[in-house]
Nanobody, 123 residues
Framework: QVQLVESGGGLVQAGGSLRLSCAAS????????MGWYRQAPGKQRELVAA???????NYRDSVKGRFTISRDYVKNTVTLQMNSLKPEDTAVYYC?????????????????WGQGTQVAVSS
């Protein structure tokens, strides 16, 4: 069993900041990538930012320069610092990890998702 536990969402005014954190735990063999996705009402889930074990980070264009993703490779955590928030950033934010893990006695590769945390930005 593996799980991702998120924290840090909330309500903030436009221009404000929030920090999201996610911790992976359980029968983890190794983690390839960790990142954040978001889903606004009526829209598809989209990648916000991700960082791989090789180091490169990937941001969607609309958050570049405002959001910063960081990862702790020892603690298996990932953090998303969100500054200069805009109303269009309002969404449920999901932590994601592509990892190898044990499911029972079987080794598996796959994506694991957190439960989601709400971010609401008022204008």
């Amino acid at each position: 069993q593996v799980q991702l536990v998120e924290s840090g969402g909330g309500l903030v005014q436009a221009g404000g900041s929030l920090r999201l954190s996610c911790a992976a735990s359980g029968s983890i063999v190794r983690i390839n990538a960790m990142g954040w996705y978001r889903q606004a009402p009526g829209k598809q889930r989209e990648l916000v930012a991700a960082v791989t074990s090789a180091g490169p980070t990937n941001y969607r264009d609309s958050v570049k320069g405002r959001f910063t993703i960081s990862r702790d490779y020892v603690k298996n955590t990932v953090t998303l610092q969100m500054n200069s928030l805009k109303p269009e950033d309002t969404a449920v934010y999901y932590c994601n990890s592509n990892m190898e893990y044990f499911s029972g006695i079987s080794r598996r590769w796959g994506d694991v998702w957190g439960q989601g945390t709400q971010v609401a930005v008022s204008s």
